[in-house]
C-alpha cells in the first residue's frame, strides 16, 4: 500500500512539472506575440486630421427636414371652411354638348332633362364679402343658384359673370365675414408636390383627397371655341362628378386651382384631374367682379407648337417655344413687328416652351400691357415689345 502509494505521488508531481513547464513556455511565447502584434498594430495607427474629423461630425447633423407635412391636417382645416357647395336648376340650354365617347369630362353631378336640370358642384370663397368662384358648366343653365356654407348655411346666390372659353364664373352671395383661402402662385408649383383636392363628389360635402401634380400647362382639348384658353394642372387627386368648381391647394391650404375636368371612360375618376390655375383664374374672376365680363387681350397670331421635325425644316437648332404660322391683320403682333415664322421662346421672364404656356400668359394680362416677347428669327435671338389690345 505505502509503495503504490508513494509511486502514485512521485508520478503526480513528474507530471505536474512537466505541464508547469509547458505552460510557462506557452504564457512567455503568448507575451511575445502580443507585443510583436502590438508594435505592428501601432506603426500603422494615426490621429484623425482636422478634415477626418469634421467628416465625422458632419455624419452626425440632423436630417434635412422636409416642408411636406406627415398629414395634411393645417391644409384640410384652412381649406374646407372656404369650399362650398351648390346646387343648380334650370332649363337653359347649355353653350356645350357633353360627349360621352370624350376620354375627359367635365365633373357637375346629378344633370338631367326631366324637363328641369338639376346638378351640384363645388365653389370657392373668393372674398369675405360673398363672391364665390365655381365652373361655368356647373351654373350655365341655371335660373336658381342655391350655396350650402362648410357650417351649413343656405344662400341663393346670383350670377355676377361667367367666361365659356375659360369655363370660369363668378357667384355672389349675401353674407360678410366668410372664411377664404390665401392665394398661391400657380407658376411656382412644381411636377411632384403634393396637393389636395376639396370639393363636394356626388354630394359628398366637404370631401377632402390627397395626390401630386401630375403635369403641368396641359390642354386636353375640352373646352369648346375658337377663343379656349387650356393650361390645366394635372394632378392624381382622386376627383369625380360633383368636385367641379372646388379647390386645388398645396400644403399650407393656398389655393393653387379650381377643379374642373377628369380623364375618365366610366364617368368617374380614372386617375387625372385638371385643375385651372389660379393665376389665371383670379385674372378672370377680378375682371368679372370689376366689369361684369372678362376683359380679354389678345396677341393676334395663330401658333403651333416647336418640334425636331419643324426645327429641321426651318434650319434651327432648338425645338421647343411656339412658331407663329399667321397674324391677324392689325393685331398686336403684327403692330408691335412680330412676323410669320417667328419662334417665341419666352414671353417677360418665363420661358415659353408650348402654345398652352403661351396662351395662359397672354390670358393673363390686361388690355394695354405691354409684354417682351423673345423670339428666334431665323436662328438671331430677338426681344420685341408687344403691346396688347382686343381683337
Not at 120 to 129: F, L
Request: charged share 20%.
Amino acid at each position: 500500500m505505502k509503495l503504490k502509494l508513494g509511486f502514485s505521488i512521485r508520478f503526480n508531481i513528474n507530471i505536474m512539472k512537466k505541464y508547469l513547464s509547458l505552460l510557462a513556455a506557452g504564457f512567455v511565447g503568448g507575451c511575445l506575440a502580443l507585443g510583436a502584434g502590438w508594435f505592428l498594430l501601432k506603426s500603422t495607427i494615426t490621429m484623425p486630421s482636422e478634415n477626418d474629423a469634421q467628416f465625422a461630425k458632419q455624419l452626425n447633423v440632423a436630417p434635412h427636414i422636409s416642408n411636406v407635412p406627415f398629414d395634411f391636417k393645417k391644409a384640410a382645416v384652412v381649406a374646407t371652411p372656404a369650399v362650398v357647395h351648390i346646387k343648380a336648376k334650370g332649363n337653359k340650354k347649355p353653350s356645350r354638348d357633353d360627349n360621352p365617347s370624350n376620354r375627359f369630362r367635365y365633373l357637375p353631378d346629378d344633370l338631367f332633362w326631366n324637363p328641369l336640370r338639376e346638378g351640384s358642384g363645388s365653389g370657392v370663397i373668393y372674398s369675405q364679402d360673398g363672391y364665390i368662384i365655381t365652373n361655368n358648366h356647373v351654373i350655365e343653365f341655371a335660373e336658381e343658384i342655391e350655396v350650402t356654407l362648410s357650417d351649413n348655411r343656405i344662400f341663393q346666390a346670383e350670377l355676377v359673370g361667367n367666361d365659356p372659353a375659360t369655363d370660369l364664373a363668378v357667384l355672389q352671395i349675401d353674407a360678410n365675414s366668410l372664411p377664404f383661402m390665401q392665394i398661391a402662385n400657380s407658376d411656382d408649383v412644381e411636377v411632384g408636390e403634393w396637393v389636395l383636392a376639396v370639393g363636394n363628389p356626388f354630394d359628398l360635402t366637404s370631401t377632402v383627397t390627397a395626390g401630386i401634380v401630375s403635369a403641368k400647362g396641359r390642354n386636353i382639348e375640352l373646352i369648346e371655341g375658337k377663343y379656349a384658353i387650356e393650361s390645366f394642372i394635372q394632378t392624381d387627386a382622386s376627383v369625380n362628378p360633383g368636385n367641379s368648381g372646388g379647390a386645388l391647394v398645396d400644403v399650407n391650404g393656398h389655393l393653387l386651382g379650381i377643379n374642373t375636368a377628369i380623364a375618365t371612360r366610366s364617368g368617374s375618376f380614372q386617375g387625372y384631374a385638371f385643375a385651372i390655375p389660379i393665376n389665371l383664374a383670379t385674372r378672370i374672376a377680378d375682371d368679372i367682379i370689376k366689369f361684369g365680363n372678362y376683359q380679354r387681350a389678345y396677341l393676334g397670331v395663330s401658333v403651333m407648337d416647336m418640334d425636331s421635325e419643324l426645327a429641321k425644316e426651318m434650319g434651327v437648332n432648338i425645338t421647343q417655344g411656339v412658331v407663329i404660322e399667321e397674324l391677324s391683320e392689325g393685331g398686336s403682333a403684327q403692330y408691335s413687328g412680330l412676323l410669320a415664322k417667328d419662334i417665341i421662346i419666352k414671353v417677360d421672364d418665363r420661358k415659353i416652351e408650348s402654345a398652352t404656356e403661351l396662351q395662359e400668359i397672354i390670358g393673363r394680362a390686361r388690355l394695354g400691357d405691354t409684354l417682351d416677347v423673345t423670339i428666334n428669327r431665323k436662328g438671331q435671338i430677338k426681344t420685341i415689345p408687344v403691346k396688347l389690345k382686343s381683337k
